[in-house]
């Protein structure tokens, strides 16, 4: 086999006998007598990398390179420790045989392991080699990082190897720095990158694994002849941290354009015949790990993998630059640095690579995908396998005070959420999540009665959160929307009326008038969600003012204000109840008045007669999720009405295989695809476009969705029977806020006027034209 060996460079060259006589008695090849043939491999840009040969053994040795190093980097002792334990453990690593601390020996530390025969491949394109072959190699690597990522660090005896959590934020740190103190020129995309990376990490960062760091097809020997690795090698930069590091930066090259060369032989593998794509890759890993088939936040892995190679292309520039560069071609790298920040920031910002699905049309950011993924997991294992026990609390205290409480698990997996930072993810500006990114994360939750909840994203207060952020005085920001974010405290909504048809919400009647340095407030108000809730300590208010003219804007009477619920006057005077149920677990449906409340001025928010300004920056997002929300409800009833569909016979044969129930899955999958896709449209609109110009997508999908979710719950109820509109399954639960959606923030007929007024004027300026 070509070793792709030479003669031992002049700047590394150091004293052979020295070494003799160092190894002699401890490795049983050495002797005083005995002869060595030392030459330096061509390649390696960290650590120099030497061949030694004698009469009847080969060993390699890898050091530390001369002269004054990076802070941190070339640790030769780190990739002896994690070799000596991967091989008691049986991964394939060369066996390490000896370290030496003694830097009088060949002056600097060393470390000698045996040498390992079979193929290293330095280009990355497998050139000469079958197309068959190429796959089988790929295929061979990836298994064989899958392999270690599923190595129990413990087990290995390597605990406190790494820093564990937080790879990603160390790493970018750790680059960047690393870049600064070897950059030779100023390049505005790394610092851009850097930055980038440092504001887009990935949320899902505590998984911990043991990682390679620099996993590349050329830091693998493969076997002879078989599509079979022998060994990996490069342990350098190995730790313990984000295994999705290590497999971004194994598929970096498939990013790369096809043409693309980092140096001489680090092409982009891209349609290269018989090399897989990164998808198929990524897939295969994910099984070998038995982990869903996805890669979370792609865009900032690939990016960070990029960020981190042209780091260390910098640094070995700057290793030529000082004259102790480990390998002979490292002139070469010098001139890569800035293609591959410019290629890193062009991943990052494209959307592309973060598609969740290939038929999804409207994309996430990365960030709003890598939170999706921790938001299912979190699902999954914290707030769906408790949904038994939050019915048992409701049962265990039906027509009791004890009702209106949150039960104890809602507040553990509230408490569990907001540590992993899945809180307040509706608010752009706490989150940093567009309406696009929540409104997946939206459709997640809706799949839970309380999950909205868990993740303090729950209705009202997301919508008095919003209208405080919006529009609040630093002083109402400070009393009361900064406890509602920190989930201290709950709120209500007060704006519809039992006297009045509200649907119109210029006919509500109660009143405010300004009395000196108070407002005083008069009036009934009903359906005031959340106010059962014992934490619940304040409203907003929808009042018409007393003091503006009458004879003005209908549109422009109108006032919100901020009501203390322990205020004198203010009484809850019933719950309302929805087909019988109270709906205590979202802190029920009240019949508040309000006798003479007087109020500090200082409450009102932005200004009387300011109040139907506000109600739009404040349903237009909140009809969004609540619509979101509603998607994901269906996409629970369809899964149950197909599990009875499947375990329930008549007639002879399976309930699905009647052609009725069969349609009935067809169309609500139509139904909940279209609904899907209509509302994010409305997402897209609102960021894009903001709050006024997604006006009528906003009541078509107010329209649409709740059609929708009533017709897939019906649907689900019917194929279920009498179960269906009985307690044991959530159908009946379900139907009750479905139903509800159709009156909720406007009736369905409201709307459809809307929608109507709308497109005419649409229609009216194309034809103007």
Known sequence: MDRQTTAVRAEHRFDINNLKRYLSGKLDSFSDNATLNVQQYRSGQSNPTFYIETANKSYVMRKKPPGELLPGAHKVDREYKVQKALHSAG???????????????????????????????????????????????????????????????????????????????????????????????????????????????????????????????????????????????????????????????????????????????????????????????????????????????????????????????????????????????????????????????????????????????????????????????????????????????????KDMPERWDTPPVIEELKAKARAVGLWNLFLPAESGLSQLDYAHIAEETGRCFYAPEIFNCQAPDTGNMEVLHLFGTQEQKKLWLEPLLRGEIRSCFCMTEPDVASSDATNIECTLHRDHDHYIINGKKWWSSGAGNPKCEFAIVMCKSKTLDSKSNRHGLHSMIIVPMNTPGVKKIRPLTVFGQDDAIHGGHFEVHFDNVRVPASNIILGEGRGFEIAQGRLGPGRLHHCMRAVGLAEWALELLCQRAANRQTFGKALYRHEVVAHWVAECRIAIAQARLLTLHAAHTLDTQGNKAARKQIAMIKVVAGRMVCKVVDCAIQVYGGAGVSDDFPLAEMYAYARTLRIADGPDEVHLSSIAVLELRDQLKRAKL
């Open 91 to 397: 991964f394939p690593v060369p066996h390490p045989l000896l370290y030496c601390t003694d830097t009088s020996v060949i002056g600097t530390e060393f470390y000698i392991m045996e040498h390992v025969e079979g193929r290293i491949f330095r280009d990355l394109r497998l050139p000469g080699i079958s197309a068959a072959e190429r796959g089988a190699l790929y295929v061979a690597a990836v298994e064989t990082l899958a392999r270690l990522h599923s190595l129990d660090v413990r087990t290995l005896g390597l605990q406190g190897y790494g820093k564990g959590a937080g790879y990603c934020r160390r790493q970018v740190s750790t680059w960047t720095k690393q870049y600064k103190a070897s950059a030779h020129k100023e390049i505005p995309a790394m610092d851009k990158l850097s930055d980038w990376l440092s504001h887009n990490l990935p949320t899902n960062d505590d998984e911990v694994t043991l990682v390679h760091g620099d996993f590349r097809i050329d830091n693998l020997i493969f076997h002879p002849t078989e599509a079979r690795v022998m060994a990996v090698l490069d342990w350098e930069l190995s730790t313990t941290g984000q295994p999705i590091a290590d497999l971004a930066y194994f598929l970096m090259p498939h990013y790369w354009p096809s043409r693309y060369r980092v140096i001489s032989s680090m092409g982009g593998v891209t349609g290269i015949d018989g090399i897989p794509s990164a998808t198929d890759l990524i897939s295969i890993y994910c099984h070998c790990r038995g982990i869903p088939k996805s890669l979370p936040q792609q865009n900032f892995f690939i990016a960070m993998a990029i960020f981190k190679m042209a780091a260390i292309a910098q640094g070995i520039y700057a290793r030529h630059l000082l004259g102790n560069a480990s390998s002979a071609n490292a002139s070469e790298f010098g001139e890569s640095v800035e293609p591959l920040a410019e290629l890193g920031l062009q991943i990052a910002l494209s959307p592309t690579l973060s598609m969740p699905s290939p038929d999804q049309l409207f994309l996430q950011s990365p960030n709003g995908q890598s939170v999706l993924q921790h938001v299912r997991e979190f699902m999954r294992k914290h707030v769906l396998p408790a949904q038994q026990e939050v019915k048992k609390y409701y049962a265990k205290h």
